[in-house]
């Protein structure tokens, strides 16, 4: 795709007009980043401004659950920020219908979008135009303490299966080792295990023919046996005590402490859980290691047993953002920037050819795995939009406390689905 560059090239021709042009001040929204993430965004806010006189851009770091229930207001009011902090998807599309985005591919330099992967794109177009830009991609993996894993005597190597990793569970459970750490107060830690299960039951498409309603949408089978398939794992209680109080937060902290074997949480974990540690450092590399969601037995659709869950997590620019800041949000994509984030293990940058710098291990590992996917799904409490996907997090956390049949849960995704 090409874009034309007159727009753009208008505004920054007013950007560096001279300091008798107004000031612009860009305000940019993001969910609460390390000190290290956050230092990397200023210093690009920096650069810009410095490119860019009578420019000012501020970036304001809200906590994940604040911002997703701030946001919307924030996007009704006068004090809306011209560039936030989206995972894509449905969302996207409901921002849009409401009015509170605008298309930007007009605004982008020529040549711009060709740089990023088609399927990244996807996520934040609507009718085939882009209203924001995926900056980088995440897998949800297991997380895995080796030195427990060593310790029960659980191979990790030789976890393939559903029921290869349940018997590890019980494993550890035998050895006295708590298998699994999970935030379950924030409910959307425990939708990935219900959101993989049913990807690895009903394939990559089963979550678009639902949202058509077809093959009996969200009460799809595939669906009912992911939560059967979740309640297999609850029962065994493998979870630490008091985990349905545990925020995501506290339990990062803990896998980090060494408290359980198991935490299944995105690759984005890496440098967080070793801040949210007691010691500040956390597990040494040399007794971390990821493990795949596993495959079932036989998966009822070719495809599910490779698909991969995360997000593609970026940017969108509300409706009242002036052109300097979508030349700021090309200017914080661009492959210089892209590459030193990888550089420095912040995220694994998407931009075609920027992934270069990274000697992470683990980064390494998550983005082979995405490249050899049969399909990446977005978080589902996020691609199918705030409600449904608020609907999805409350089941899961009903399942893994046992008070709710697999078959009602699918039964209320499927309500939600249709009174969005």
């Keep these: 795709m090409k874009y034309p560059s007159l727009a753009l090239a208008a505004a920054l021709s007013v950007m560096t007009a001279g300091a008798s ?3 612009t001040e860009i305000t940019v929204l993001r969910v609460t980043v390390n000190d290290e993430q956050q230092a990397y965004l200023e210093q690009i806010a920096e650069a810009f401004e410095a490119q860019n006189e009578g420019v000012t851009v501020s970036f304001e770091y809200v906590a994940n659950e604040a911002y997703k229930s701030r946001l919307p207001t924030l996007l009704q009011s006068e004090a809306r920020p011209d560039i936030f902090y989206s995972w894509g998807g449905q969302t996207v ?3 849009v219908e409401a009015g509170f985005l605008q298309p930007i591919d007009a605004l982008l330099p020529e ?4 740089t990023i992967p088609e399927a990244g794109l996807q996520a934040y177009m609507v009718e085939d135009q882009l209203y924001g830009l995926p900056q980088y991609a995440t897998e949800v993996v297991f997380w895995t303490n080796t030195a427990l894993t060593d310790q029960a005597g659980v191979d ?4 393939e299966s559903w ?4 018997a590890a569970v019980q494993t550890l459970k035998d050895a006295g080792v708590t298998p699994i750490v999970a935030g379950g107060q924030d409910k959307w830690p425990l939708h990935f295990y219900w959101s993989y299960l049913a990807l690895r039951e009903g394939g990559p498409s089963v979550i678009t023919d639902a949202m058509a309603g077809e093959n009996g949408g969200f009460e799809n089978e595939a669906f009912v046996e992911a939560g059967r398939e979740f309640q297999r794992l609850t029962e065994m209680e493998p979870f630490q005590p008091g985990y349905i109080a545990t925020t995501y937060e506290t339990a990062s902290g803990m896998f ?6 198991f935490h299944l949480m995105g690759d984005w974990d890496y440098l967080p859980m070793r801040e949210r540690s007691t010691s500040g450092e956390g597990l040494p590399d040399d007794q971390l290691a990821i493990l795949s969601f596993p495959t079932l037995a036989d998966p009822v659709a070719a495809g599910g047993e490779a698909a991969t869950l995360g997000g593609i997590n970026g940017w969108a620019v509300s409706n009242s953002a002036e052109p300097e800041a979508v030349a700021f949000l090309a200017f914080m994509m661009n492959a210089e920037n892209q590459r030193e984030a990888g550089r420095q293990e912040l995220f694994i940058p998407i931009a075609e050819g920027t ?3 990274m000697d992470n291990p683990f980064f390494i590992e ?3 795995h995405i490249a050899a996917s049969s399909f990446h799904q977005i978080f589902l409490d996020q691609f199918l939009g705030a409600s449904v996907g608020a609907t999805i997090n409350d089941i899961s956390a009903d399942l893994a406390q046992g008070v709710m049949a697999p078959e009602d849960a699918a039964a209320q995704v499927q309500e939600a689905w249709d009174f969005r």
């Excluded at 029921?163 to 349940?166: A, E, N, P, S």
Aim: net charge negative.
């Design 256 to 261: 980090a402490d060494g408290a359980g074997a």
């Design 156 to 159: 990790i190597e030789a976890i």
């Design 163 to 166: 029921d290869d990793f349940l």
């Design 111 to 114: 040549g711009f979008a060709d």
């Design 366 to 368: 998550v983005a082979d």
């Design 21 to 23: 042009q107004a000031q």
């Design 93 to 95: 599309v409901e921002q």
């Design 355 to 357: 992934a270069d710098q």
